[in-house]
């Protein structure tokens, strides 16, 4: 071990370039330690409560409600720390449910909705909710439970039973010690969001839901003999793993990518996955994983339950959004007097006065007045007097009911009304408009009118004569009122009154 | 934060500007054979002073920073405690008990010097050192303390060598009286050696010397001046290793001996419970040994002659009588460390032996002795006890579960580089990279307290490779070495 006497210039230059490097490196890989071990710190949000937004307070009591609807929405995660567009920011999502404590909503149990849409008696909060958290993310134990606890709310968690994950295990999703101890909370009932079924996947020309496609594999396309087996083989897996866990069977469901088989590449699969749910052992089942982009409604017990509406909720949705989406999607009490209500016009306008609505021309030979903003869904039977003014053999008017505007289908039954004649069609979606009846009229160019809706069948009566019943498309199963006229000059409404026919 | 006697960070401050390993601070050299004391240390140069002085303030930084990140780590795990809950509390343990070294050693300050002189015993116990014995002999002689308060016994543990001869040969270099020399005759084991020497001397203090340690000049000076406290019964001095530039491997001990002696064994002085004065440099008061000695000599545990972890079996009874024990950072001295992997296997297997012994056993009786140290050796224990399984845990998961642990090995990195960064804050001689890499080995060997508890009852040193063998006599000194260098006690 003989130890040198003095190194030289270039040793000891190289010594330091050698003691440098180290030195750099062990820096560099501290810092990599230390933001690793931060990320691993902190693999979760902790929650955050958010106090009531001064927006959402001042419109407290906005939301109307109607007896015997649920208003359900869908949460996925809860994050500041994924940007995608399912998620919501802790915030946002504090805020969100404090203005909905603020409401007055009160949650109800999963087993509520399942005996309301089975017409079973139910009692129902004045505003009833329903939270729903889709995929089973790590969040909703870490962020969401805490925050419901502190408004009381429960909530029910539609977990992909197959991405479940061990005790201790970091992962997206939860474990399944943390599924019990939500259960033991009393504040989560647990559904099915497939076993693993949450995944795009390849189907024949295309990817698709796997739910709800025959798909692609390397042994060809499947059957739908295989697919059903498939599907079958899934959802009762799903179903036992969540029986294991919480000791008590789902009955709710929820389609992945809120997709029921409407856009399946095999059209029976929409009318059969019902029937493979209930052997499943579900008695419900939601759509509605996705923001809405039409018209959505609340629960009611006319809701179909293997479609249940929910609202999807995202990144985007502000406080005012929700509170305009809960607005929309509860069903309107029928109004007597049509001219309380706010009445615009397309290529049209539309003068409300006290005793009556005219429409004018503005551009176009069609002009249609309308209400927006009104859910109608719950306008089923109904009778409609009104006196029409200011006909002409260049002006006729159309007194539309049915109208889907409000209750999220494309259609109404017309009835137009000229001084020599009177025609009754139909407009469904897309489909060619169909003349259901045409009556010729004794000429006046000012006629009273009532139009009573009941099932699918209108009865009209012009000056007090029974005109005509005619029976029209099972689709336009509900809806409001149109006012419009067809030519030049203005048509004057006068008198428009509801009279509600439905059974209470 | 940690204590460093000035003179030592003098002493290694003048390598800085090359990457010659100090070898000044072994006296005497592994080949020289001439005791002596430590050269004067050069004293820093002004140029480079005050860029050391930051960069130890930046190591301090590092350490603070390390603490704090650990300290949070733990806050979070107990406010949302979750996941596997055995694992969980391992890690809040574990890390709990790391910081508290830390933070516990921040508070470390050696016993004050009381200028007491009371009368020492040097027992220095050999076993075939024919070459060692009598450099050790040299450097007790010229300890810096007076002559007529200090009396030296070398006991020939029944050598197969010329070892008695050597011994009576650098005896009779000084005057006569001046170092006794013992022969049990026939070989009785190190703890007949030790418990002879005690018995064959009268001071007031008994300092344990192992034939390969060279005590630095002043070493007893300082060693007892904690004694000046009534209820001490043991203190510790601080052993480098002397051989640390042989290898990576005596590299990574010396880093490894030097970063636990300052941060375990002085967080472990704050408590008062030193769990282990070590045989390489060690003092004890006569009268609290003396009541204990035939129960320690023939110490029998699962129905087997103990013929290890003699310090650390001591050790345990003093603090069991209710004495207090100490370290002190000022008496140091120098010792070899095993400089192959197969020596410092069967060295590392022998402590962990005794420490699967002694721990339980104190931990048997430290609530009633020194309730304050019991968190600290409670968790010591069961951790410890828990390491290997933990580590095999860990290991396996990327093939059970298919994940890596993560928390484990970025933790275990973290405080690798805190024991790195103590390291370089208190000496700067390049080394810090083996306190670092040395981190990771010592975790590597932890399985091997299977092992340990398996063969607890085995009393084979397991390195006396069997003479029977037949061949060329195996290096005497290293050999010994081995055997004596027993117990610098670094806990698992």
Redesign the interface.
Known sequence: MSRPQRPGAAARAGAALLRTLTALVAVCAFGVAVMTWIDLSKPFDPPRIAPLPVAAAATTGAVPAYPGAITVLTYHDISDRNPSSKTLTRRAFGEQMATLAALGYQTVPLTTVRDLVRHKPVRLPARPLLLTFDDGSLTTWTTVDPVLERHHFTAVAFLTTDSLVDPGTPSYFLSTRQVRQLKETGRWEFGSHSAAMEKLAPIPGDVGAPLTNRLRTDRGDETTEQWRSRVAGELARSQRRLQEMTGDPAVAFSYPFGDAGHGSNIPTIATELPGLLERGGFDIAFVGENVPTGHVDAVTDSSPRWLLPRIGIRRTTSVADLLKILKESMPTAMPSDLTRLRWTGQDAECLTRPESVTVKSRTGSYGTCAVHGVNTSRWLNYVLDLKVAGLSPRTTAVIGVRDGEGAGHYGRVEVSVGVTRMVVRQRVHSDPIKVLHTFPLPSATKRTLRLEVRADALTVRVDGRPAATVTFDRRLHEGGVTLARIGSGAVTFEHPTLANRSAP | MLYSPASRLRESSDEA????LD?RRAPGG??SGEPGPPEPAGSGDGDGDRSRGLLKLLSLL?VA?ICG?IA??VG?KIL?I???LI??GYTILISSYVLSRFGLAAFYRPPADRGIEPTVAIIVPAYNESEAVSRTIHSCLALDYPRDKIEIVVINDGSSDDTWERMQEAAAQYPPGAVRCIDLGRNMGKRAAMAAGIRATSSEILVFVDSDSMPAQDAITKLVQGFADEKVGAISGLTYVRNA??NSLTRMQATRYYVSFQLLKSAESVLGAVTCCSGCFAAYRRSAVVDLLDEWEHQRFLGVECTYGDDRALTNRVIKAGWTTRYDSRAEAWTDAPDDYRKFFRQQLRWKKSWSREGPLLLAHIWRSRLRALPSVAVQTVAGLMSPLVILYSLAQPLT?G?FP??YF??L??VS?AY?LVYRMLRND?MW?YA?LGTFFYIAFSPQLLWALARIRDGKWGTRDDAGTGQSPPAPRSEAADRTMAQPCLAA
């Open positions: 500007d090359t990457l010659v070898t592994v080949h590092g920073v990140l949070w780590h979070v949302f979750r996941g596997n694992m969980a530039d042989t579960h994940r993560a928390v970025v933790g990195f973290l580089c790195a390049g990279i670092f």
